[in-house]
């Protein structure tokens, strides 16, 4: 598609839901046309709260990519099916149309909320699970620290909101969608490529060796994908 402005490069965070762990991305995409990063909200939102929220801070006048990054993924098909931004596409960093691991999340979600904080700020847990020992040493400092800033409420409406994406959605649409798969993805199966395909008319995908934290720790690499992908949106 053909624009006579480039499109805003748009970051949705994780789960997280701050923003900071794009850090280690940020180094590599200077050369980008303008990007913004977003951060949520530090209390229990649900998802149309979210993606409103999203709205609210970007100009309606002007293409917008979104680069959607695992829970973000949920907000940014909110955004699409809302209609009220001009999305010259959606990137998708470990992306899923619904829930991921559906029998971990029904775990989590009838667990106290400390206890939910607790297993993924928790510095051996999240290497073992998660495999952030893959991360550079002070990406893994910012993780953790990024994490044990989260209220604990914060996390378990987080949580819902995966258990209640129970289906993908069911439209159709004309919007490119781009998605980097990791092979070594401990939450997001296969079966994510296929749901998110069906949605849309033609699926830009990458596959990488990795972990679910694939853009902390290959940021360059990263960075690589959203350039290839803008330049296939709009040439």
Same mark, same amino acid.
């Given at each position: 598609m053909k624009n006579e402005q480039p499109p805003l490069i748009v970051l949705l965070p994780g789960l997280d839901g701050t923003g900071r762990l794009f850090e280690p991305l940020l180094a590599y995409i200077g050369d980008l046309p303008q990007h913004q990063v /977003? $951060?949520?909200k530090n209390i229990p939102q649900n998802l149309n709260d979210l993606a409103g929220d999203v709205?609210?801070? %970007?100009?309606?006048?002007?293409? =917008? %990519?979104? =680069? *959607? #990054? $695992?829970f973000s993924s949920l907000v940014a098909l909110r955004l699409l099916e809302r209609g009220n931004l001009q999305l010259a596409g959606i990137l998708f +960093? *470990?992306?899923f149309a619904r829930a991921p691991c559906p029998l971990l999340i029904n775990v989590a979600r009838f667990a106290p909320s400390f206890l939910i904080k607790f297993f993924a700020s928790n510095r051996l847990l999240a290497k073992l699970f998660f495999l952030t020992n893959k991360m550079p040493l002070d990406v893994f400092d910012l993780y953790v620290d990024v994490v044990r800033g989260i209220p604990a409420d914060v996390f378990k409406i987080r949580l819902q909101i995966l258990h209640q994406a129970k289906k993908p959605p069911s439209f159709k649409t004309r919007v490119p969608f781009g998605l980097l798969r990791v092979k070594n993805d401990l939450l997001v199966s296969?079966?994510? !490529?296929? #749901? %998110? $395909? *069906?949605?849309?008319?033609?699926l830009f995908l990458r596959e990488a060796d990795g972990t679910h934290f694939f853009i902390q !720790?290959?940021?360059?690499? $990263? *960075?690589?994908? /959203?350039? #290839? +992908?803008?330049?296939? /949106? !709009?040439?």
């Open positions: /977003i $951060s949520y709205e609210a801070r %970007l100009d309606k006048n002007r293409p =917008v %990519l979104l =680069v *959607a #990054e $695992s +960093f *470990a992306g296969k079966r994510a !490529t296929d #749901e %998110l $395909s *069906a949605l849309c008319d033609d !720790t290959r940021p360059e690499q $990263s *960075a690589g994908i /959203i350039r #290839e +992908f803008l330049q296939k /949106i !709009t040439d």
